[in-house]
């Protein structure tokens, strides 16, 4: 069974730092992209990152571009993201996903963590 | 960036059919997918690859893709069914893009 476990979030203060992981088992993780993706309370999805099977390909949104940094471990099974410079508007619930493929979209989702960027 | 346009919501009695249109420019040359996404939980794929139905998901749930206009019909709906729905592509300028999502009421 496919299973991917977020951890890490919680409060954190403007320009603070957090780093999230995601555990995955019941597949070959180092076989697939993954990624992440927000959820602002009462938003919608918003895809923030993401990272081909052998880390090669890279990319984020906009919104956090100079600031996150996704990241993956395949001997470990584990998906990183390091989230420095937080501001408010980061505040939302990070889900990590497995993306199958442009043609298959996103099979796969954790729980979520939730970050909370308050002072 | 490419932009995906939603109805924010979508209202259906029991029994009856629900579409659910995603709009974008001619997003009929991509991959559409759908995801359900009920309260509380994490989103999950319903359809892919614009008509395609994952293992589990029920043949109720199907999807059309031409022009500037994808579409998720729900058929039989049911009560279960109510959900927020968004549509996600693949664009070469944007990466991966969400639809603004539906939230779809069932009467």
């Known amino acids: 069974e496919v299973q991917l476990v977020e951890s890490g979030g919680g409060l954190v203060k403007p320009g603070g730092s957090l780093r999230l992981s995601c555990a995955a088992s019941?597949?070959?993780?180092?076989?697939?992209?993954m990624n992440w993706v927000r959820q602002a309370p009462g938003k919608g999805l918003e895809w923030v990152s993401s990272?081909?099977?052998?880390?090669?390909?890279?990319y984020y949104a906009d919104s956090v571009k100079g600031r996150f940094t996704i990241s993956r471990d395949n001997a470990k099974n584990s998906l990183y993201l390091q989230m420095n410079s937080l501001r408010a508007e980061d505040t939302a619930v990070y889900y990590c996903?497995?993306?199958?493929?442009?043609?298959?979209?996103?099979?796969?989702w954790g729980q979520g963590t939730l970050v909370t960027v308050s002072s | 960036s490419y932009v995906l346009t939603q109805p924010p919501s979508v209202s259906v009695a029991p029994g009856k059919t629900a579409r659910i249109t995603c709009g974008g420019n001619?997003?009929?040359?991509?991959?559409v997918h759908w995801y359900q996404q009920k309260p509380g939980q994490a989103p999950v794929l319903v359809v892919y690859?614009?008509?395609d139905r994952p293992s589990g998901i029920p043949e109720r749930f199907s999807g059309s893709n031409s022009g500037n206009t994808a579409t998720l019909t729900i058929s039989r709906v049911e009560a279960g069914d109510e959900a927020d729905y968004y549509c996600?592509?693949?664009?070469?300028?944007?990466?991966?893009?969400f639809g603004g999502g539906t939230k779809l009421t069932v009467l």
């Open positions: 990272i081909s099977s052998s880390s090669s390909y890279i």
């Open positions: 690859d614009d008509s």
């Open positions: 019941g597949f070959t993780f180092s076989s697939y992209s």
């Open positions: 001619n997003i009929g040359s991509k991959s």
């Open positions: 996903a497995r993306e199958g493929g442009v043609a298959t979209g996103f099979d796969y």
């Open positions: 996600q592509v693949w664009d070469s300028s944007s990466d991966w893009v």
